[in-house]
């Protein structure tokens, strides 16, 4: 019985977030340059390539250094809102060995990454906004950096409709908040349409969706295609399952893991219906079955639930491996 306290406090800890942290960054160096650049679809006016920095060791190391500032960030959200009932590093280190899983996306900077990390940054302002009628400002600012990135590229649009329903279920977004929430969206077309940057009607790129099940037969991509179903499935599971059990606290609770429940949900559609962009939610899918990981962690009482946090860690590593060898 002390001997699984121990692992369980290990697992919960700074020393094995750090060890996993070192094992993402060794992969992404070893993966720099070896694994495919995975292509991704235009903004609506404009094109971002799916590697925002050329592959090699530069765009490895600032990749990383993201990933570990998104998890900083999310160590820092749960300090100050509590979205997981136990102050531990779990969900960091499970969202690290998810990216250790994918060298695809953990090997270059590329706009999963960035999508994730607009992400977190937006939650810090969702989370100070609770009951709070006067965050018009936030509301503001958060839509109109979301539309500016879907100028660039379309999958950021997932996020509007995730932070819009975030903000009312903050009790937040009141007749004022909705139209803040407007103006920030329409803000950046104002700019690139009014200073004549763009012209809507020959600049606008449409969104191109393929079917998952139209590039099944390509072989570089079967591992990716079956670990991120892997992903998808195993989040849904974890989060009906923990549903029953975060149901029962307090409101304030209940509401910031709503919100990332509905991202988990708009990032599975995503992917299901956008095989082109699929590597760009990855990090955003992974984060979400991290947080998941952390509650059904946290929230249980069995003693020997480090061996299933022992086996999701195997598994990662093995699935990261077979794709460098394969």
């Known amino acids: ?74 160590l820092l959200v749960n300090k100050v809102f509590s979205f997981v009932r136990s102050m531990t590093c779990i969900f960091v280190s499970a969202f690290f060995l998810l990216e250790f899983a994918v060298p695809i996306t953990s090997s270059v900077f590329n706009t999963g990454t960035a999508l994730c990390l607009i992400l977190v940054l937006g939650v810090l302002a969702l989370f100070a906004s609770y009951e709070d009628m006067h965050s018009q400002g936030r509301i503001y600012l958060t839509m109109c950096i979301l539309a500016a990135a879907c100028l660039w590229q379309w999958a950021f649009v997932i996020l509007i409709p995730a932070f819009a329903i975030g903000f009312v279920y903050m009790r937040a977004m009141d007749f004022r908040g909705f139209l803040a929430m407007l103006l920030g969206l329409a803000t950046p077309f104002w700019i690139v349409i009014g200073l004549g940057i763009v012209n809507p009607l020959t600049d606008f790129k449409p969104l191109e969706i393929n079917a998952v099940w139209a590039s099944l037969d390509l072989s570089q991509m079967r591992l990716l295609v079956t670990w991120a179903a892997v992903v998808a499935v195993l989040s849904i599971i974890l989060t009906v399952m923990n549903l029953a059990t975060i149901l029962n606290y307090r409101l304030q609770f209940r509401v910031y893991n709503a919100f990332f429940i509905v991202v988990t949900i708009l990032s599975v559609l995503a992917m299901c219906v956008d095989y082109r962009d699929m590597v760009v939610f990855m990090p955003l899918l992974n984060l979400c079955l991290a947080i998941q990981i952390a509650h059904s962690f946290t929230l249980s009482t069995q003693p020997k639930r480090h061996y299933l946090m022992w086996l999701f860690a195997i598994a990662t590593l093995a699935v990261g491996i077979s794709s460098l060898t394969l």
């Open 1 to 74: 019985m002390k001997r699984d306290e121990q692992y369980i406090d290990l697992l919960n800890g700074r020393t094995f977030m750090t060890v996993t942290g070192i094992l993402l960054a060794i992969m992404a160096v070893m993966a720099s340059g070896r694994v495919p650049v995975a292509e991704a679809s235009s903004g609506i006016f404009f094109e971002m390539p799916t590697v925002l920095v050329k592959p090699g060791l530069p765009s490895a190391l600032i990749n990383v250094a993201c990933l570990v500032g998104i998890g900083a960030l999310m």
